[in-house]
């Protein structure tokens, strides 16, 4: 079944279309103002494993700005750009307070988001990070479909509402890969999925002290003491903590203060 849905969500032919030329078109406008400039993809789009309600997230390289401030402006510009274009972008604001500001607006003729930031290479080693997993791991591209799907539905994807973002659910379901239950080595993964999805949410939903522990992928995944590591936040020791692979002073999970109602919601059926 697992297999079916991840099949029955990989983007059509014309889906496909449609993102790849909506990023051209992007790409244009922004080398309209910086020639130089790179425009990438990142994320889900960037890893093939997004849903058809996923967004789109780019990253402007070359352009020049430096300082938030400098980037801000040079946002204001690409948004100035995109309310010319010829085709139309609704909601189309600046987040200049975001840790990473963006430019992010909406396509009206295919209802796709769009996210713009800056010279920022986080994404880009993350989608990395992914793309290595999924030729380590054959069960990661089904996994993470389905439990994209199952925290969407449930309103907990949402990292601006302390929810389970991207990149966090990347990690946990690396760890989890990483230390699997008592399975023979996998030649294919058709009746090994369900047991995989099983001990992701037996990992985070009973056995993993959330309050003592957190996980790491390096090395081959390993876990850590949360007050060794100066992460164990004293008002919310229940937050999961995960140490992020690119820049391990930084704890991913910091911000999902919502970790509780996605521990305690039902798994998928």
């Known amino acids: 079944e697992m297999i079916d849905f991840a099949q029955a969500f990989r983007p059509t032919r014309k889906e496909v279309e449609v993102r790849a030329s909506l990023v051209e078109t992007v790409s244009k406008i922004v080398t309209n103002i910086w020639p130089d400039a790179l425009v990438q993809p990142f994320g889900s789009y960037a890893t093939g494993l997004y849903l058809p309600s996923s967004d789109i997230d780019l990253v402007v390289l070359g352009a020049g700005p430096e300082t938030k401030q400098e980037q801000v402006a040079a946002l204001k510009r690409i948004a100035s750009a995109l309310r010319a274009a010829e085709w139309q ?3 189309l604001e600046v987040i200049a307070n975001a840790k990473v500001p963006i430019v992010e607006f909406r396509h009206a003729d295919s209802g796709l988001d769009v996210d713009i930031c800056l010279e920022s290479r986080d994404g880009l080693l993350s989608s990395a990070l992914a793309r290595k997993a999924s030729r380590k791991f054959a069960a990661y591209k089904f996994l993470v ?19 389970v973002g991207s990149f966090l659910l990347q990690l946990m379901t690396i760890s989890s890969l990483q ?4 399975l023979a080595p996998m030649r ?4 090994n999925l369900g047991a995989l999805l099983l001990h992701f949410f037996e990992t985070y939903g009973m056995r993993l002290n959330y309050e003592t522990t957190g996980i790491a992928v390096t ?3 390993r876990f850590y003491s949360k007050r060794e590591r100066g992460w164990h936040n004293v008002a919310r020791p229940f937050l999961l903590s995960a140490e992020n692979p690119m820049k391990p002073t930084v704890d991913v999970g910091a911000n999902a203060y919502n970790i509780k109602a996605v521990r305690a919601a039902d798994p998928p059926a």
Request: proline share 9%.
């Open 89 to 91: 972008a609704d909601d």
């Open 145 to 163: 479909p389905v439990l994209k799907k199952w925290l969407l539905r449930r309103g907990l994807n949402d990292t601006f509402t302390g929810g």
């Open 179 to 182: 230390h699997p239950p008592g």
């Open 188 to 191: 294919s993964t058709r009746g």
């Open 219 to 221: 090395d081959g995944g």
